[in-house]
């Protein structure tokens, strides 16, 4: 059974950094696209980030380009988002996703596996 547990979330103060890991199970990470999404309070699912299936690709939203890195271990079956410079409108749960064969998009609906989330609070 495909799952995706993610770790590494918590409260940080503004500025600070955190790195969020995404472990995949019961299947091939390695032909599936990994998406990072976070939701806030009262507001909609929005894409963070993702990576192609070899690492060869990756995108970012415009709000966190230059301070989070996407990476991947097919290897290990883990996905990584290291966030640094964090902002308290950085604050939401995060999830990633999985699509398989997927060419990276940002679109929450394309990915049909998800996590269940890690919660990240960054205080002012």
């Known amino acids: 059974q495909l799952q995706l547990v993610e770790s590494g979330g918590g409260l940080v103060q503004s500025g600070g950094s955190l790195r969020l890991s995404c472990a995949a199970s019961?299947?091939?990470?390695?032909?599936?696209?990994i998406g990072w999404f976070r939701q806030a309070p009262g507001k909609e699912r929005e894409g963070v980030s993702c990576?192609?299936?070899?690492?060869?690709?990756?995108n970012y939203a415009n709000s966190v380009k230059g301070r989070f890195t996407i990476s991947r271990d097919n290897a290990k079956k883990m996905v990584y988002l290291q966030m640094n410079s964090l902002k308290p409108e950085d604050t939401a749960v995060y999830y990633c996703?999985?699509?398989?064969?997927?060419?990276?998009?940002?679109?929450?609906?394309?990915?049909?596996?998800w996590g269940q989330g890690t919660q990240v609070t960054v205080s002012s």
């Open positions: 990576i192609s299936t070899s690492g060869a690709s990756t």
């Open positions: 996703a999985a699509q398989f064969r997927g060419l990276c998009p940002m679109r929450g609906g394309l990915y049909p596996y």
């Open positions: 019961g299947f091939t990470l390695d032909y599936y696209a």
